[in-house]
């Protein structure tokens, strides 16, 4: 696979006429050196003459986040603090070369350089997350790399990794072990992935398909319990497989915003059981999960 064609094809994407004039509007952006704060809200501190809360609306929806730039507080739709602080505990990455495949905005990989990686790179096929991310580093003005790839580039890339996040991508795919030994071959000799992904209680090793969609999400194929989860990973390669932590989705992570137009999580819960989608499948709840390749 030729990643450099599919660089160059999809540097296209950003003259697409959504996409063109969001790209113009950060040319312009002032520059100066600014202040960075890389807490729960990541804030860039000083000042601009120029309207910055006009700038991002453009670039809405604002998913993942939230991002403080001088006056302008971007309430995204999910607060992503409370995964990064989740899983925080669970990683180092002081001089490790680190991928974040499905990064969206970036928001966890600015948040990860509190750590002195060896290296930081974003894979997300997405011009509009890509641009909401050179938005915020010009302010920010990282090394991080985005790659306008997905997970399925992954083995074919110039570098291995020595930790790979995957978070709340694993469900969009139709060929989920196919995904995790993508995976698997984007860790060098030995490595570490950290991964989420929607699950069913149950000790059978048994996955939900939903029928079209699964929390008005349409593009979601597998759910599984968490047995079923550790078969697929073991199938991919992986020697070891530990849950981290199980969490439900709540209404304080994942809400409506100005930020965001249309429906968010209470709008995808049958409104007489919040235990149950609209669809009358179990209410999201996601698994976090650690998997190690080791030296064979
Ligand atoms: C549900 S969001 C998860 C975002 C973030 N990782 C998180 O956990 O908060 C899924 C992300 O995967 C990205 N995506 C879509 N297709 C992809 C692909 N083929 N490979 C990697 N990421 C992809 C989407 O653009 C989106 O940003």
Avoid at 254 to 272: A, C, H, V, Y
């Amino acid at each position: 696979m030729n990643l450099e064609e599919i660089r160059i094809d999809r540097q296209k994407w950003m003259t697409w006429k959504n996409i063109k004039p969001l790209r113009d509007a950060i040319a312009v952006l002032e520059d100066a050196n600014f202040e960075v704060e890389l807490g729960d809200v990541v804030k860039i501190k000083g000042e601009s003459t120029q309207n910055i809360e006009d700038i991002a609306r453009t670039m809405m929806p604002w998913r993942k986040g939230p991002f403080e730039i001088f006056e302008c507080l971007i309430d995204t739709e999910w607060k992503s603090n409370i995964k990064y602080n989740l899983l925080r505990k669970h990683f180092n990455l002081k001089d490790k070369r680190v991928a974040d495949i499905g990064c969206n905005n970036g928001y966890y990989l600015f948040r990860m350089q509190e750590d002195s990686p060896k290296s930081l790179v974003g894979f997300d096929p997405s011009p509009l997350y890509k641009t909401q991310f050179d938005f915020v580093n010009h302010f920010v003005k990282s090394d991080i790399v985005y790659e306008l790839l997905g997970v399925e580039h992954l083995e074919f890339y110039e570098d291995k990794f020595d930790t790979i996040f995957c978070l709340g991508v694993l469900y969009h795919r139709s060929d989920p072990v196919a995904m995790l030994k993508s995976l698997f071959r984007g860790l060098d000799v030995e490595g570490e992935v950290i991964l989420d992904t929607f699950y069913i209680e149950g000790d059978d090793e048994m996955a939900l398909c939903p029928k079209s969609s699964y929390s008005k999400i349409p593009n979601i194929y597998f759910v599984p319990t968490i047995p079923a989860l550790k078969n697929w990973c073991l199938r991919a390669g992986f020697s070891s497989f530990e849950v981290l932590e199980t969490s439900v989705t709540d209404a304080d992570e994942q809400r409506k915003t100005s930020w965001i137009e249309g429906q968010s999580l209470e709008d995808f819960l049958d409104p007489n059981d919040n235990t149950k989608t609209v669809e009358g499948y179990p209410a999201p709840a996601r698994v976090y999960v650690k998997l190690i390749k080791d030296k064979k």
